[in-house]
């Protein structure tokens, strides 16, 4: 527009623009204030204002892992709490909570962290969209903790402007479970070798990574000889004991690996016959994952309740009793000396075995004899598979007299 012709001033206009870019990040109602001026030389002057509100905002997450997802009594559980920022202003005041689950113990945190009672709490101060990192704590779980117990946890993200997160998972316990069998599988008649086999296998759900073994025997009739193909850790001989520490450990004294859901191993252990056998129980114990197993007792063949011979008129009666067998059948044996030779000793009779958990009562009557002569008789119990128990010797003089009971009257007499 102009003034009036002959005014001699004029009027003009015009724009002139700016343009910025605003910083990344800011708080959210961030006012951004903007002032312009305009003179001249003769000091003429106006200013322009004009004042822009941020709207910004920011969004915070929580991801938590379990290292293992399924445990054992007695693991060591890991957790691991990984946490990031997003968005276009800062996370004030930044902290991760969280409370130790049930059924564990607290071990270990990454610091700095403040426990208050069972929480954890790690303040992580003020953190800009971009940020991110992890903490990690550790528990170990009660050895009392049922097998199916699932133990849950959950965790917390939060800053002061109430902006949240949780992250959550679970972990199954699971309890090892180990069968153990042992067997008398061998008894070398010639050399009063004693064989047997023991079998553990993994029927759980879950690797044990521990398995302690062991073997409680009869010092007063057998001595260990060796074992095959892990060799023993300790052997006390004047008490009868035999312990592998680990057989997950390398060898000579483990296999090397955990027992794996399924996997089995075998141990063989030799003992010398050091003493005629009348009664006696080998015992194998293997604790299961530092756990406290089935504990399985495994006795030899039979487990003699008597063994005796008695003179008859017609011969020799030899008579045994059981408390449990496992025997299919019994041997007699007889010799004309006291010492167990097996080219002297002549089998006279095969008894079948009951083989009952309550045992019985057997006899048989050797008329094969000479009279004023004494036999010595030995017992052989054979067991499923073939292993042989032999007990004694017991004995007795035939004298071939005949047993006949003499009554004499008697007379009273009064006064």
């Known amino acids: ?3 009036p012709v002959g005014s001699g001033v004029t009027q003009a206009s015009g724009v002139v623009t700016l343009v910025v870019r605003v910083d990344t990040p800011l708080p ?38 379990v290292t293992p997802s399924v445990a054992s009594p007695g693991d060591v559980l890991t957790y691991t709490l990984t946490w990031q920022v997003f968005g276009t202003e800062p996370a004030p005041d930044v902290t991760i909570s969280d409370t130790l689950p049930a059924h564990t113990t607290f071990i270990t945190a990454t610091r700095p962290v403040i426990r208050w009672g069972n929480r954890l709490i790690w303040p992580l101060g003020d953190r800009t969209p971009g940020d991110s990192g992890f903490v990690t704590f550790t ?27 949780t992250g959550e998972t679970s972990t199954t316990i699971l309890s090892p479970v180990l069968a153990l069998d042992k067997r008398l599988i061998r008894y070398n008649h010639d050399d009063d070798v004693i064989t047997f086999s023991i079998v553990i296998t993994n029927v759980g759900p879950v690797v044990v990574d521990v398995v302690p073994l062991f073997d409680d025997y009869d010092h007063r009739f057998l ?10 850790n300790l052997v006390i001989t004047y008490s009868g004991w035999l312990s592998w520490t680990d057989l997950t450990e390398p060898p000579p004294h483990g296999f090397g690996h955990d027992l794996s859901p399924g996997e089995r191993l075998v141990i063989t252990t030799v003992f010398e016959v050091v003493g005629d056998i009348t009664r006696t129980t080998n015992i194998a114990i293997t604790d ?14 039979v487990q003699l309740r008597y063994l005796r011979v008695l003179e008859q008129e017609d011969g ?9 067998e496992y025997a299919y059948g019994y041997e ?52 499923d ?14 004298t071939g007299r005949p047993l006949h009971y003499l009554y004499l009257p008697l007379v009273l007499r009064s006064r």
Not at 146 to 152: D, E, F, H
Not at 288 to 301: F, K, M, Q, R, V
Not at 386 to 398: D, K
Request: aromatic share 10%.
């Open 139 to 165: 528990v170990q779980v009660d050895w009392d903790v049922p097998s199916g117990t699932v133990i849950y946890n959950a965790a917390l993200i939060t800053d002061t402007s109430d902006v949240t997160d």
């Open 1 to 3: 527009d102009f003034l």
């Open 223 to 232: 001595r260990f000889a060796h074992a095959t193909p892990y060799t023993p």
């Open 385 to 398: 598979g073939g292993p042989r128990t032999r007990y004694g010797p017991v004995s007795a003089l035939f």
């Open 316 to 324: 020799l009666l030899i008579a045994w009793g059981t408390f449990l």
């Open 288 to 301: 299961g994952d530092d756990d406290d197993e089935e504990i399985i007792n495994i006795p030899t063949a």
């Open 332 to 383: 007699i044996y007889r010799a004309q000396q006291a010492t167990w030779d097996a080219l002297s000793a002549q089998r006279i009779a095969f008894q079948p075995g009951v083989s009952g958990i309550e045992g019985a009562d057997y006899v048989y009557l050797d008329t094969d004899v000479t009279p004023m002569s004494r036999y010595w008789y030995w017992l052989v119990a054979l067991g």
């Open 28 to 65: 959210d109602g961030t006012l951004l204030t903007n002032a312009a001026l305009i003179t001249d030389t003769e000091d003429v002057t106006d200013t322009g204002e004009v004042t822009t509100p941020v709207s910004g905002e920011h969004t915070i997450t929580l991801l938590k892992d």
